[in-house]
């Protein structure tokens, strides 16, 4: 089993920036691959950024250049640094593990981005 704990969203301007952390029960490297999922109103959920075991991260299109997928293994915790923010941003965004198979998501965390 693996529990994730996000935190960090919230309220922000167009241009503004907001770190989200997931705070993850076991050691990361544990975990095949990290990531960052999120959901607007009325869309499907879809991939944001991810990390491997091995560092290796990814990112969609429509973030890339803008956000970072980090982690701190010391605190199994991974971030999501997200620069310049733009109001089709907003989402609640899911903190996702892949773990023996199986993906486990957290709670989810809203982030509003205002214009």
């Known amino acids: 089993q693996v529990a994730l704990v996000e935190s960090g969203g919230g309220l922000v301007q167009a241009g503004g920036s907001l770190r989200l952390s997931c705070v993850v029960s076991r050691n990361i490297f544990d975990v095949n691959a990290m990531g960052w999922f999120r959901q607007a109103p009325g869309k499907q959920r879809e991939l944001v950024a991810t990390i491997t075991r091995g560092g290796s991260t990814n990112y969609a299109d429509s973030v890339k250049g803008r956000f970072t997928i980090s982690r701190d293994s010391a605190k199994n915790t991974v971030y999501l640094q997200m620069n310049t923010l733009k109001v089709e941003d907003t989402a609640v965004y899911y903190c996702?593990?892949?773990?023996?198979?199986?993906?486990?998501w957290g709670q989810g965390t809203q982030v509003t981005v205002s214009s």
């Open positions: 996702n593990a892949f773990w023996r198979g199986t993906d486990y």
